[in-house]
């Protein structure tokens, strides 16, 4: 904890049991289900509060255990060096399904899915659980969240956020973000961002990359993106810098696998394909028994199976539908020559390979 002085103006919050006054650092331990050999088990969070009044962002990863990028995401945030001088508070959770990074799993020991469980029940599973110490400790103190998210397990997601567009304050704080797409998506029944939705904060959900891997463009757009949040929302000076473009999709559809085999696939993250475009091949071991998977509609795939071994109706590709599949295009190129400017200019995180 920092010794500085609080200021008088602003209230303490409390998390846990911990009184966080403003112009303190404190990291703080919530108790969630001990593990079934008795050893206690805690979600860390770090609270960093600024001496100037600000709103309050949740940013959180980790939600499914074993999505790990937003890990290192909250990592490299925390230790941005400007970070002392915030308006308004940051909580910090890299971890929130403690028990599914332990396992390397998705779900939580009672095999449930913690983005479906949301708002949670104080007596209710170990899922539900969960949930509702989030969102009582979490979200209800807050007036912005980030959920850092990637892919499932081999699947692979370019750099977007998910947002309900129509929402102008949501909205607006996934452009600033500066993802190179944005979804819009509606909110899921359970999920964290409807809980969010129904108290009238503002959420975004950031997916990029693969379950289980680090993958340094995710990590450093994500990064980068929170802090370009930071800055929209007036936690952090304005930065001269145009903020960058990201291109909204109105829908997408994963394109799926019309028999069991051994997929070649043709296109990567980012790549704008044409109605009829051959995106793949999928065949029987010794090359035969070959169909072939093209797409349905013109489109940018922003998600893809990295495991080349499909069942009958598994999910290769996935395409989102834009107004100009030329402005996707162009923030993608421009999203590859930053990031290899950035990458050597960053030189306090080099940057994971
Ligand atoms: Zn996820």
Same mark, same amino acid.
């Given at each position: ?5 609080? /200021? ?10 911990? /009184? ?9 331990? %919530? ?15 770090? $609270? ?23 890990? &290192? ?28 990074? %332990? ?5 939580? #020991? ?39 998210? /990637?892919?499932?397990?081999?699947? +692979?997601?370019? #750099? ?49 990359? &693969? ?5 340094? /463009? @995710? ?16 936690? %952090? ?9 990201? *291109?909204?999709?109105?829908?997408? @559809? ?8 051994? $997929? ?5 993250? +980012? ?13 029987? #071991? ?16 922003? +998600? ?5 071994? *499909?069942?009958?109706?598994?999910? $290769? ?5 834009? +107004? @100009? $599949? ?28």
């Amino acid at each position: 904890m920092s010794s500085r002085k609080a /200021t008088n103006a602003i209230p303490d919050i409390c998390l846990g049991g911990t /009184t966080i006054a403003a112009g303190t650092r404190a990291s703080v331990n %919530l108790p969630i289900a001990e593990l079934y050999t008795h050893i206690p088990a805690t979600m860390p969070v770090e $609270v960093i509060r600024g001496k100037r009044p600000g709103p309050t962002l949740f940013v959180s990863a980790a939600v499914h255990g074993d999505e790990i990028n937003g890990v &290192e995401i909250v990592r490299r945030l925390l230790a941005y060096p400007k970070l002392n001088n915030i308006k308004g508070t940051l909580i910090a959770v890299p971890i929130v399904n403690v028990q599914g990074f %332990l396992e390397q799993s998705r779900y939580l #020991p009672d095999r449930r899915d913690l983005n479906r469980c949301f708002p949670g029940s104080e007596r209710g599973s170990v899922a539900g659980r969960l949930a509702w110490m989030f969102a009582q400790e979490i979200v209800a103190k807050a007036d912005y969240g980030i959920d850092l998210h /990637t892919g499932a397990i081999h699947r +692979g997601n370019m #750099p977007q956020i998910r947002a309900d567009v129509a929402d102008s304050r949501t909205a607006e704080l996934a452009a600033a973000f500066g993802a190179p797409v944005t979804i819009n998506s509606s909110l899921r029944d359970g999920s964290l961002r409807e809980y969010a939705a129904s108290k009238g904060i503002p959420m975004l959900v950031y997916e990029a990359g &693969e379950a289980l891997r680090f993958d340094e /463009t @995710s990590i450093s757009v994500g990064y980068k993106g929170v802090l370009n949040a930071m800055r929209h929302i007036g936690m %952090l000076p304005k930065s001269r810098r145009k903020p960058k473009a990201s *291109v909204i999709a109105n829908s997408s @559809s994963w394109l799926r696998a019309e028999q069991s085999g051994i $997929v070649r696939p043709f296109v990567g993250h +980012g790549e704008n394909v044409e109605r009829g475009q051959l995106l793949a091949t999928i065949s029987d #071991p010794f090359g035969n028994n070959e169909v072939e998977l093209k797409a349905k509609f013109d489109g940018i795939v922003i +998600g893809r199976l990295n495991l080349p071994l *499909v069942n009958e109706g598994d999910a $290769v590709f996935h395409v989102a539908r834009f +107004g @100009s $599949v030329d402005a996707v295009e162009q923030v993608v190129d421009q999203l590859q020559a930053e990031q290899e400017q950035d990458t050597a200019r960053e030189l306090n995180h080099p940057p994971v390979i």
